[in-house]
C-alpha cells in the first residue's frame, strides 16, 4: 500500500483527544466520564500502534483494534472516507481552537488553557502561543485569581521549552534513553539516603522510542530534601527546571528532562504502578477497580463505602491501603502481576484476571546470537563490522552463549562473474575453518551464515551456488523501500523460498526516527514463515528494533518463530540484545518462540534443516 496522504495516527490521536477535551470542559453529566475515557484510550491506542489506522480501516478491520469502540470507528470511517467527520466538527466547535494549542505547552491542562483563552480572548489560534507569552511578561497573569507569580514565571519558562523543542522529535530511541537513565540511576545510588531507583513511564514499559526521562527513588521523609538537591547537582545536568518538595526536573544534554520522585518505602509500589503507565492500562484499570468498589490513586487503593461518592473526595479520604510492592497492589486487585512491557491498555487486565499472564521470556534464555558483522574483508556491499570472528566467539561465551552467526553482507558482485563470487565465499569458508581448526574447542560454537540482500524482484544477491558455502542465510532488504505492499511482499515471499533461509533480518526495514517501515501484508508473510518453518527476526539495533512490538505480539497467534539479534558490528554491540529482549516481551513472548534460546545441539538440526 502507498503512504496515504493525511490522518497519520499522530494526527488521529490528537483529534481524538481534542474531543476528550471538549468534553471535559463541558463535563456536566456523569455520562461524559465514559466518553472521556474512551476518547482518550483511543487516541492512546492510534499513538502506539505500529500500522496506520488508516490501513487498517482500508483493509475492514477498524473494529478489531482494541479501545476502538463502534461509535469512534463510525466516525473515523466517515473522517478517512470524506476527509471530515460531521459529529467530530460539531463537537470541536464547542471550545475555541486556541484551547487545543496552548495545551501542546508542558505543563498546561485544558482547563487551565480554557480560561486563559476565555480571560484574554485569545482567539487566533496561529498566535495564541505568542500572544500569551507577551500578556505573562506583561505581568497580567500574575494578578489573575488562582495564578500568582509564580505560576506566571512557570507559564513565560514552559513556553520558552516548548518553542525550542517543537522543531524537532522529542523522543529518542530506547537504548539511548535507557543507557542514559543508567547513568543517572547509578549516580543517585551512590547516595547512602537513596534505597532503590525505578525508571518510571515509557522507558520502563520499554517502549521502543521514549521523551522525557521518568525516575523513581525509595528515600525516607527526613531526606528528601536532601536527595532532592543531591539530585540537581547531577554533573551531566545543563539546568534545573524546577525542584519541588518531593520532586524534581532536570534537564541534561542534548535537551532531554530527566523527572525525579521521591517516596517512602511503605507506598512506594502505589506510586511505581501509577506513573508507569500507560494511561489506557491505568484507565482500565481504574474501570476495573471501580467496579469491585475500589478507586485507585498513586497513593493507593481505597475502598468505595458508596458507589456514588464523588471522585473529588479520594485523595481527602484517610482510609487508604498503601502497597510497597508492585505485586501486592495487582494482587489485592485480583489480579496477575502484569509486567510494565505490557501494560498498554490491550486485553492484559482480561487476561490477568484470567491467570493466562505468560511468562515472558528474559535476556538469561537467549544462548545465542545469529546475526553478527565481522572485520573480515568479503568485498561487501554494506559497511562491515570491526572484529575478528575469533573475537566474536570469545564476546560469545563470555556472554554466556553457546553459539553465534557469522553474517556478513554479502559481497557486492558488480564486477566479479558469478565464479568469482563462489570463489570469495569459499575463501570465506576455509578461511573460518582454519582459523578455529588451530583453536582449543570453545563452549561457544559458530554458525556461518550471511545476510544476504533481497533484490528488487524478489532474488537473492548470490548465485544459488555460493551458498553452498554457508550454513544457513538471512534474508534482508536493503533498497527499493518505496514499493508498494504487494510489490514488496511477494518480493520478500520470494526470497523467503530459497531453502538456507532461515531467517528474515529486520522485517519492515524502518529506522525510528528516519523512515518508516515498508509495508507488507502480514498474514502472508506469518503464514508462509510457519509453513517453511523460517524465524522472523526482532532487531535489536538501537534505530531498527525491528519487528515492532505489535507485530511480534500478532505473529504469535500464528505460531511464528522468532529469532532475536544483535545485528552488532562490533563486539560491544552485542551487549545490545537486550532491547531486541524487550521488544519481544512487550510482543507477549515466550521462551519457546524464539530459536536462540535453543541448545547448540538443537539450533544445528534446525539450521541444517
Ligand atoms: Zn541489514
Ligand atoms: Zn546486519
Known sequence: MTKQKGFSNKEVAELLRNVATTYLLQSKAPINRFRIMAYENAASTAEHLTRELKDIWEEGKLREVPTIGESIAANLEELFKTGRSSYFEKILKRVPSSVFVLMKIPGMGPKKSYRLVKEFHLNNPNTAIADLKKIAKAGKIAVLENFGEKSQSDIIESIERYEAHKHRDDRMPLPYAHALAEKIIRYLLEHPRVKRVDALGSLRRKVATVGDIDLAAVVKEKYVKEVIEYFTRYSGKIAVDNAGRKKASIIVSPNIQVDLRL??????????????????????????????????????????KDQNSKIKNIEKQKNIKTFSDEK????????????????EGTDEIIKASKNQIPKLLSIGDVKGDLHIHSSYD???????????????VKKGFSLGYKYVGFTDHNPKITGLNSKEVVAVMKKRKDYIDKVFSTHPKRSCQYFIGLEVDILPDGLLALPEKAFAYVDFLIAAVHSSFGLNQKTMTKRVLRAMSYPKVKILGHPTGRLLGKREGYELNWAEIFSFAVQNDIALE??????????????????????VKYAINSDAHRCRDMDGLYYGVSVARRGWLEKESVVNTWSYQKMKSWIAN
Open 538 to 559: 526482532i532487531n535489536s539495533w538501537p534505530q531498527r528494533l525491528d519487528l515492532p512490538d505489535a507485530l511480534v505480539r500478532e505473529g504469535v497467534r500464528y505460531g
Open 378 to 392: 568479503l568485498k561487501p556491499s554494506h559497511d562491515f563490522g570491526q572484529n575478528t570472528y575469533l573475537e566474536i
Open 328 to 343: 501486592t497492589f495487582y494482587h489485592y486487585l485480583g489480579l496477575q502481576y502484569i509486567p510494565p512491557e505490557l501494560r
Open 263 to 304: 517516596q517512602k518505602a511503605a507506598s512506594y509500589g502505589s506510586m511505581l504502578q501509577y506513573f508507569t503507565g500507560s494511561k489506557a492500562h491505568n484507565i482500565n484499570l481504574r474501570e476495573y477497580a471501580l467496579k469491585k468498589g475500589l478507586s485507585l490513586s498513586e497513593y493507593g487503593i481505597r475502598k468505595l
